[in-house]
T-cell receptor
Framework: GAVVSQHPSWVICKSGTSVKIECRSLDFQATTMFWYRQFPKQSLMLMATSNEGSKATYEQGVEKDKFLINHASLTLSTLTVTSAHPEDSSFYIC???????????FGPGTRLLVL | GESVGLHLPTLSVQEGDNSIINCAYSNSASDYFIWYKQESGKGPQFIIDIRSNMDKRQGQRVTVLLNKTVKHLSLQIAATQPGDSAVYFCAENSLPPNSNSGYALNFGKGTSLLVTP
C-alpha cells in the first residue's frame, strides 16, 4: 500500500517551454501532497504543499507563477514548470500524506533537464 | 535557526556488519521523526518512524533510537547488505521557519552508506 507514482520519470526540454509533472497516489486518497526539489548530492527542499480543492501553499522563495500546482482530485496533483530555464534543471519529487497523517510517501521522482 | 543535520556525510561498512547512522536535531518541539532511504535516481523510501514519546522502535533489521535529552536520532541496520547502499535521510515534523505546511518534513543533509563485500 501507499504507492505514489510520477510521470514522466525524466524529461528534456528547450529553454522557454513549459513542463507538466503528474503525481498520483495509486492505492489511497491523499488530500495533501507535497512537491520537493533536489539538486545533486543535496537534500530535499520543500517547494509547496498541495491541498485538494484549494490553492497550493508555497515556501518562501518559490515563485508560484513559475511553478503552477493543481490538485484537482484526491489522487492527482500536477506541477507545471512554466517557461523553464536551465537553472530549473533538477530532480522533482512529490509525496503524499498517508493514513497516518504525518508519514509522507514519496514518488520515484522526475528528472528535468532544460537545455 | 532550527535544523536537522547528520554527523557523518559518508559511511562505509562491510557486508554483514551492523551500520549506525546518526542524526542531530535542534528543534526541541519536534515530536515525530522518520528515516528515509534514497537510492540513486529514485525517490525516498520510508524505513521507520518514531514519536517523541518513545526512545526505541524496531523494524525488520532496523532500529531507531531517539535521545531527546541530547536531541539525537540514530538508525541501526543489522547485518548490512549490499542492497542497503544508499543515502539515508532523517526527517522531523516541525514547521520550518518560513513554512505554512503543517505536516511538512524538515530533512537532514543525508548520509551516504556504502556496503563493501
Amino acid at each position: 500500500g501507499a504507492v505514489v507514482s510520477q510521470h514522466p520519470s525524466w524529461v528534456i526540454c528547450k529553454s522557454g517551454t513549459s513542463v507538466k509533472i503528474e503525481c498520483r497516489s495509486l492505492d489511497f486518497q491523499a488530500t495533501t501532497m507535497f512537491w520537493y526539489r533536489q539538486f545533486p548530492k543535496q537534500s530535499l527542499m520543500l517547494m509547496a504543499t498541495s491541498n485538494e480543492g484549494s490553492k497550493a501553499t508555497y515556501e518562501q522563495g518559490v515563485e508560484k507563477d513559475k511553478f503552477l500546482i493543481n490538485h484537482a482530485s484526491l489522487t492527482l496533483s500536477t506541477l507545471t514548470v512554466t517557461s523553464a530555464h536551465p537553472e530549473d534543471s533538477s530532480f522533482y519529487i512529490c509525496s503524499a500524506l498517508g493514513l497516518v497523517q504525518e508519514t509522507q510517501y514519496f514518488g520515484p521522482g522526475t528528472r528535468l533537464l532544460v537545455l | 535557526g532550527e535544523s536537522v543535520g547528520l554527523h557523518l556525510p559518508t559511511l562505509s561498512v562491510q557486508e554483514g556488519d551492523n551500520s549506525i547512522i546518526n542524526c542531530a536535531y535542534s528543534n526541541s518541539a519536534s515530536d515525530y521523526f522518520i528515516w528515509y532511504k534514497q537510492e540513486s535516481g529514485k525517490g525516498p523510501q520510508f524505513i521507520i518512524d518514531i514519536r517523541s514519546n518513545m526512545d526505541k522502535r524496531q523494524g525488520q533489521r532496523v532500529t531507531v533510537l531517539l535521545n531527546k535529552t541530547v536531541k539525537h536520532l540514530s538508525l541501526q541496520i543489522a547485518a548490512t547488505q549490499p542492497g542497503d547502499s544508499a543515502v539515508y535521510f532523517c526527517a522531523e515534523n516541525s514547521l520550518p521557519p518560513n513554512s505554512n505546511s503543517g505536516y511538512a518534513l524538515n530533512f537532514g543533509k543525508g548520509t551516504s552508506l556504502l556496503v563493501t563485500p
